[in-house]
T-cell receptor, first 115, second 111 residues
Framework: DAGVTQSPTHLIKTRGQHVTLRCSPI?????VSWYQQVLGQGPQFIFQ???????GRGNFPDRFSARQFPNYSSELNVNALLLGDSALYLC??????????????FGPGTRLTVT | EDQVTQSPEALRLQEGESSSLNCSYT??????LFWYRQDPGKGPEFLFT???AGEEKEKERLKATLTKKESFLHITAPKPEDSATYLC????????????FGAGTQVVVTP
């Protein structure tokens, strides 16, 4: 089975631009979470979507938004990019049907560089 | 607020030299504690979930244990391929999907 996929792999943007990152969850998983990881730190939670509804939001500004589509894939949008947005953006999917399904499986990430 | 602290920050081991990584956590109610392995530039790879104090999980040379305030990841007779950053995360009962991560322990195993 295919794991979590993310696109693009790498991205270079200029300050003030916007960016869209995409994620496809593991087949059968209905929950997608987004994380930001800067070098030397653990991932920081941005959003969780389950059944196309936002179920959690981390401490990120309104420049960050996301959505989930009927096929459970997801997009993360970041507007008015700042240098500090440079990071590895990770998508994780989980089944969320029972206790055993809280495990999150991560994709390879999108490396965003803002210049 | 949920907090996760991992120690040490970095660990250098000789091949075959067993050691333990620590993850201390503060959470209002624990839904689960998760261990991940992360290689440079890649996404975290799921290793274990622990749900209640006293629980243990094993996978090859790795063994994870859980108490009410901390978790340990024991690496027995490590090999160079065990070199990676090991991340600990907690999921609170207040959330379905917000993992709170520690900063990780970078492990280097030399031949």
């Amino acid at each position: 089975d295919a794991g979590v996929t993310q696109s693009p792999t790498h991205l270079i943007k200029t300050r003030g631009q916007h960016v869209t990152l995409r994620c496809s969850p593991i087949s059968g998983h209905k929950s997608v979470s987004w994380y930001q990881q800067v070098l030397g730190q653990g991932p920081q939670f941005i959003f969780q979507y389950y059944e196309k509804e936002e179920r959690g939001r981390g401490n990120f500004p309104d420049r960050f938004s996301a959505r989930q589509f009927p096929n459970y894939s997801s997009e993360l949008n970041v507007n008015a990019l700042l240098l500090g947005d440079s990071a590895l953006y990770l998508c994780a999917s989980s089944h969320l049907v029972s206790q055993a399904s809280y495990e999150q499986y991560f994709g390879p990430g999108t490396r965003l560089t803002v210049t | 607020e949920d907090q996760v602290t991992q120690s040490p920050e970095a660990l250098r081991l000789q091949e075959g030299e067993s050691s333990s990584l620590n993850c201390s956590y503060t959470v209002s109610g624990l839904r689960g504690l998760f261990w991940y392995r992360q290689d440079p530039g890649k996404g975290p790879e799921f290793l274990f979930t622990l749900y209640s104090a006293g629980e243990e999980k094993e996978k090859e040379r790795l063994k994870a244990t859980l108490t009410k305030k901390e978790s340990f990841l024991h690496i027995t007779a490590p090999k160079p391929e065990d070199s990676a950053t090991y991340l600990c995360a907690v999921l609170s009962t207040d959330s379905w999907g917000k993992l709170q991560f520690g900063a990780g322990t970078q492990v280097v195993v030399t031949p």
